[in-house]
């Protein structure tokens, strides 16, 4: 199966906007989902469809595709917004995620 | 309220065997694919593997292929894990994930209801 990749960590200061990217071959022909993961917590989406966002998640969080890119935004970052975000997409061999970005709020 | 609650976890030893359960409640359970999730201990999440809604279609890590069963029960709104041969890299905590399909189906495409979890941990 193909790979996901992130950078391990990103930092912000609040108020500010943070951008996590998540690149892959499969990218172009697949589409991309993000999650967020507080510590303690379990996973929750917060993106599908590389830039749906669900009922309930805060209009701050957006996703945009670029080729092999996907890129989760988050706008006017908050101190509840630390966390690690996985980005996480699909074809017929299975399921894979990428492995990880800790967003650090300053 | 949609909810998943995961139980079965605990300590075993390598090569032995345990079996997870998944309880899920507040949504019609036999409408969706389910699946498993694991994170070891400070690490990213690892797909385990998905079944369909009526059992027709599993897929796995292959990771866990051949020592690993995924099944349901729609009748008791049910998921299952069997675990066989567990080795050391099997620790993790291991999540029930509800999971829905964007494109054309055999397979899910992503996750949108998580359980909280329970630890496996494989030791002697």
């Known amino acids: 199966s193909y790979e996901l990749t992130q950078p391990p960590s990103v930092s912000v200061s609040p108020g500010q906007t943070a951008r996590i990217t998540c690149s892959g071959d499969a990218l172009p022909k697949q589409y991309a989902y993000w999650y967020q993961q507080k510590p303690g917590q379990a996973p929750v989406l917060v993106i599908y469809k590389d830039s749906e966002r669900p009922s309930g998640i805060p209009e701050r969080f957006s996703g945009s595709s670029s080729g092999t890119t996907v890129t989760l935004t988050i706008s006017g970052v908050q101190a509840e917004d630390e966390a690690d975000y996985y980005c996480?997409?699909?074809?017929?061999?299975?399921?894979?995620f990428g492995g990880g970005t800790k967003l650090t709020v300053l | 309220q949609v909810q998943l609650v995961e139980s079965g976890g605990g300590l075993v030893k390598p090569g032995g065997s345990l079996r997870l359960s998944c309880a899920a409640s507040?949504?019609?359970?036999?409408?969706?694919?389910m699946s498993w999730i694991r994170q070891a201990p400070g690490k990213g999440l690892e797909w385990v593997s998905y079944?369909?809604?009526?059992?027709?279609?599993?897929n796995y890590a292959d990771s866990v292929k051949g020592r690993f069963t995924i099944s349901r029960d729609n009748a008791k709104n049910s998921l299952y894990l069997q675990m066989n041969s567990l080795r050391a890299e099997d620790t993790a905590v291991y999540y029930c994930?509800?999971?829905?399909?964007?494109?054309?189906?055999?397979?899910?495409?992503?996750?949108?209801?998580w359980g909280q979890g329970t630890m496996v941990t494989v030791s002697s």
């Open positions: 996480q997409s699909a074809d017929s061999s299975g399921m894979v």
């Open positions: 079944i369909s809604s009526s059992s027709s279609y599993t």
């Open positions: 507040g949504f019609t359970f036999s409408d969706y694919y």
């Open positions: 994930a509800r999971a829905f399909v964007v494109v054309t189906a055999p397979r899910p495409d992503a996750f949108d209801i």
